[in-house]
């Protein structure tokens, strides 16, 4: 659906898959242990968000597709040089510094769900991996909660860049890129 003076960039799922995904997350993160049950299913369905999302990146809509928004890395640090300098050029889709952080957002998020479900297994026994730690659980246990915790809290470290680059690309090109991730439009100025 296209309007005169707008393009629509960011399909239903992108859309459906970032707003869930912010609220998956925050959940998992804010309620640890204290709400396991609630923790575990939110960390749950982080990782179902994501492996849907990495699926839509090679079939779905122009702008979710990975080769719409993969650059070189020589791309990326020009991209962010110009950025710095106020006069980055305008990207419909994701620019290269923003594809670049789904990408490590996708593998990082991967990573804290992956040693959540593994944390679980050693530490209550518990979930798909429960098997696998048998012997030695508590000595996992302890490797694990730390490997978890530390992915957990790089994804807030990537949130908290990925906010910044969002309001900075929409102060340099005079747009609103949340109200874009909203209504899936961007202008087409």
């Known amino acids: 659906m296209e309007h005169s003076n707008k393009i629509k960039v960011w399909d239903p799922l992108v859309r459906f898959f970032h707003w869930s995904l912010v609220a998956a997350f925050l959940i998992a993160y804010l309620t640890e242990e204290e709400l396991l049950l609630a923790h575990t299913w939110a960390g749950y369905m982080v990782l179902a968000l994501v492996l849907i999302r990495v699926v839509w990146g090679f079939v779905g809509t122009q702008y979710a597709r990975f080769s719409d928004f993969l650059y070189k890395p020589a791309t990326i640090i020009q991209f962010l040089k110009d950025t710095m300098s106020l006069k980055a050029k305008r990207y419909f889709g994701h620019n290269p510094a923003g594809g670049a952080m789904v990408v490590v957002l996708l593998v990082i998020l991967i990573a804290t769900a992956g040693s959540g479900i593994l944390l679980l297994g050693a530490e209550d026994q518990s979930g798909p991996a429960a098997t696998f730690f048998e012997q030695n659980r508590y000595f996992w246990a302890e490797i694990l909660e730390e490997l978890h915790e530390f992915f957990a809290n790089f994804s807030i470290l990537l949130v908290v860049v990925h906010i910044a680059g969002v309001l900075?690309?929409?102060?340099?090109?005079?747009?609103?890129?949340?109200s874009a991730m909203l209504t899936g439009l961007k202008p087409r100025k």
């Open 168 to 178: 900075v690309e929409s102060l340099i090109h005079g747009e609103n890129l949340v």
